[in-house]
């Protein structure tokens, strides 16, 4: 954020922009369903130059029928106070709620090193502040760090806590969740997350739970189950184009969290599978395929939570 603007002028802008919010905006409270997509779902065409974060409420609303969007940092140009005014506005004009940031590459927040930790915590906090002002329930965070062997790693859970109470202190006073997503290695073991939610034991903290982020040879279907109870947000895998995920049904996988009890936002996040040996893209054929994956998606969601058909 640019040094001009105090934390609590932000968080006094926040107030304003959240009263903005569309009337659509569900709660986390799960009193309903609704599709949002995660931004990762573009990352190949960003990465290849074809839209900016600006132009994404438009795309959301004319191209895909989308009314919620989860952010990911990497995807802001220049997170200044005016560039964030300029987005709430782009997403408000279009009838599109922010739910999530997702942060990534801000320090690992398991290090074994409390400096290390410290710091990974601090560079968060411009992050919470941006997320607060966007209007999103949640900021997703990592747990990175630690022996290389995470199972043997007897003190792993307590130093991820310590930071997580050090976010949510910082953000103490907002509404803001401090979330964790199963996103590789120790994160991605169930168990893991289930004994850090109980570890930090605070109302702002859980999980997203993506369904399809789990360790090699565990059992997705129990996984969820498992970690569902603590998720403030949930992210939904499962198709490659024509071809579904060969790792698992992806439909099953959406029931399982139903039956669990889930409901609010079902977050695409979802990329086009394509092999090597096939040829490389252009940005405009990438971007093309990418929605197509993003719809295909959202047809398994529509058919299995909201019971659409056609």
């Known amino acids: 954020m640019a040094n ?12 304003m922009a959240a009263a903005a919010v569309p009337a659509m905006a569900m709660q986390t409270d799960g009193r309903s369903q609704g599709v949002s997509l995660a931004a990762w779902s573009f990352s190949r065409s960003f990465f290849q130059g074809k839209w900016k974060l600006l132009e994404m409420p438009g795309i959301l609303r004319d191209q895909l029928g989308i009314r919620a969007f989860e952010h990911v940092n990497q995807f802001f140009e220049n ?7 300029k987005l709430n506005k782009a997403f408000q004009d279009a009838g599109v709620e922010q739910t999530i940031l997702m942060v990534d590459n801000e320090g690992a927040t398991a290090a074994l090193d409390a400096a290390e930790r410290k710091l990974a915590g601090v560079a968060h906090r411009k992050w919470m502040d941006i997320a ?5 329930h949640s900021m997703r965070c990592n747990v990175y760090g630690g022996q290389e062997n995470w199972k ?4 792993l859970v307590k130093r ?13 006073g907002s509404k803001l969740n401090i979330i964790v997503e199963n996103h590789g290695r120790a994160s991605s073991d169930p168990d893991i997350l289930v004994r850090l939610v109980k570890e930090v034991n605070h109302p702002r903290f859980g999980l997203l739970c993506d369904l399809g982020n789990w360790n090699t040879g565990d ?13 403030k947000g949930l992210s939904v895998k499962g198709t490659w184009g024509a071809d579904l995920d060969p790792a698992f049904d992806a439909e099953k996988l959406v029931r399982t969290a139903l039956e669990g009890g889930y409901k609010g936002w079902w977050g695409l996040e979802v990329t086009p599978r394509r092999g ?16 197509k994956t993003v719809l295909e998606a959202k047809a398994i969601v529509e058919r299995t939570v909201m019971g659409k058909r056609g």
């Not at 607060?132 to 999103?136: I, K, P, S």
């Open 152 to 155: 043997q790693d007897a003190e």
């Open 276 to 291: 090597r040996e096939e040829p490389s893209l252009s940005a405009d054929e990438q971007f093309s395929l990418e929605k």
């Open 160 to 172: 991820a806590a310590e930071t997580m109470h050090d976010m949510l202190r910082y953000s103490e």
């Open 132 to 136: 607060q002002y966007l209007g999103c």
């Open 219 to 231: 059992d997705r279907y129990l996984a969820v189950k498992k970690t569902l109870p603590y998720a």
């Open 79 to 85: 997170p200044t106070l005016n560039y964030l005014q």
């Open 4 to 15: 001009s603007v105090s934390r609590r002028a932000l968080m006094g802008a926040t107030a």
